[in-house]
């Protein structure tokens, strides 16, 4: 199962400089930065890999409460689903202009959410200011915190308190086994995601209707068969950014995908009538990356005549070749035509996804594929296998250890893929393949 990342949301009235603490955090520049109060209108999200855990923060606009300006009232939606979503919430103020009554507001809010807060008071420039700048922040009653976002000073200990405030995993796995396989349904909106959970289930436990966006947030159904459990997770349907203005919709689409990414396996619904245009293309190579498993399951198939559907299925070949080793169902939720191999065909891949292979099959595979076909050469260089093994699994993960890993890329790779796939019968999972140089083994042969 891919891991759940908690999340930590910034918080604060304008301009206190939570963009540039954003940025600080993630060792990155994603958000804008400017003294002008209110340059970060909409929320902006990015993995954060701590040294002990990672973890999804969120960056949100400025907060004006009470405010009857249009943007700035689409601005606190938008805080205020990351703050009801959010496992952690950082409260950044500013150190020099001291405690703001819009402060006050926004701590009043937070003291009723029930949520963990810390008070980060931000531009404090050396441990020499901590106590003049910070004293009157501790009306707020909140743990409190001082840094200079933009000179660095206390960004250590704030790491290291982000990772220990975060809630632990336990429980999790527990909390797998009695759900069983958790099984998100991932797709643009209309596609049939809900459709298709409802088929399975047999009756309408989903809200359906011909509008898109019906489905607003993540929604699990469990449902036992053959004597076995699976969740079925049904996610909101996943637009281009640049058409996703309502500020809960842009809250569901990250919620869909963090789904996808916490799911044991993903079913990937397209509308056969829309073919596949360039956001499912986009949501292909996000689960194709991220090596999660999934099915690809083309909805509606009930609108079309055989002939149609063939042809169909001849031009989707091409546009899934990028892809090829995921499976394909073509179903109708309507008439539950091909809905009955879904569950089987889910089954097959989670066990694919398990699977493991000896070191010693896996170093007779690569005398046999290099005698077959030899790495290529380049720069006067021959690419060496020296050995491999599997480090992973859910996805398998196998690591080639390499006279120079320059020396492995592009047909070659795929050609080892291949192989992999064909001899252990892996022709469903995603496979990860880590090549790494190994130039003392170079030097003694």
């Not at 930590?8 to 804008?32: E, M, Q, Y």
């Not at 869909?256 to 990414?261: E, G, I, T």
């Not at 050609?415 to 090549?435: A, G």
Request: glycine share 8%; with cysteine.
């Amino acid at each position: 199962m891919n891991q759940h990342l908690p999340m930590v949301a910034l918080i604060g009235r304008p301009n206190v400089g939570k963009s540039t603490l954003f940025n600080r955090l993630i060792k990155r520049r994603v958000s804008i930065t400017h003294d002008m109060a209110g340059v970060t209108r909409d929320s902006i999200f990015s993995e954060v890999r701590g040294e002990t855990r990672p973890y999804m923060l969120i960056d949100t606009g400025g907060l004006v409460p009470d405010s009857s300006d249009e943007i700035e009232i689409s601005i606190f939606e938008q805080a205020r689903e990351a703050m009801a979503g959010a496992d952690l919430i950082l409260f950044i103020v500013d150190g020099r202009t001291g405690l703001h009554p819009q402060d006050e507001q926004v701590g009043q809010y937070l003291r009723q959410s029930g949520k963990e807060v810390r008070v980060i008071v931000n531009k404090v420039d050396g441990p020499e200011q901590e106590e003049t700048l910070a004293a009157e922040f501790y009306a707020l009653a909140f743990p409190l915190h001082c840094v200079s976002a933009a000179h660095g000073f206390g960004m250590g200990d704030l790491r290291d308190m982000i990772e220990t405030a975060l809630p632990d995993d336990e429980g999790t796995e527990t909390a797998q086994a009695q759900g069983g396989l958790k099984v998100a349904l991932l797709g643009r909106p209309n596609a049939g995601k809900s459709s298709t959970i409802n088929a399975l289930l047999g009756k309408k436990r989903l809200m359906v209707s011909a509008e898109a966006g019906t489905t607003r947030d993540c929604v699990d159904v469990t449902v036992q068969r053959g004597g076995k459990t699976y969740t079925f997770v049904d996610t909101a349907g996943v637009r281009r950014k640049s058409k996703v203005t309502d500020s809960l919709e842009y809250f569901s689409v990250v919620h869909s995908m963090q789904a996808a990414k916490q799911a044991d396996v993903v079913v990937l619904v397209l509308d056969v009538m829309d073919g596949v245009v360039g956001q499912d293309k986009r949501l292909l190579s996000f689960l194709d990356t991220e090596k999660i498993p999934f099915v690809i399951v083309v909805n509606k198939i009930d609108l079309l005549t055989k002939d149609q559907l063939a042809k169909t299925k001849k031009n989707l070949v091409d546009q899934f070749a990028f892809c090829a080793h995921v499976p394909v169902l073509y179903s109708s939720s309507v008439s539950m035509a091909g809905l009955g191999g879904l569950l089987p065909l889910i089954e097959k891949l989670w066990e694919q996804c398990g699977q493991r292979v000896t070191t010693g099959e896996l170093n007779r595979l690569v005398k046999m594929v290099t005698e077959r076909h030899q790495p290529p050469v380049m720069g006067g260089r021959r690419g060496k296998i020296y050995y491999m093994t599997q480090a992973d699994s859910r996805p398998p993960t196998f690591v080639f250890f390499v006279n120079d890993a320059k020396l492995f890329h592009g047909s070659y790779v795929r050609y080892l893929e291949n192989q992999l796939r064909k001899v252990f019968r892996m022709d469903k999972t995603p496979i990860r393949m880590v090549f790494r140089s190994s130039h003392d083994n170079e030097k003694g042969r």
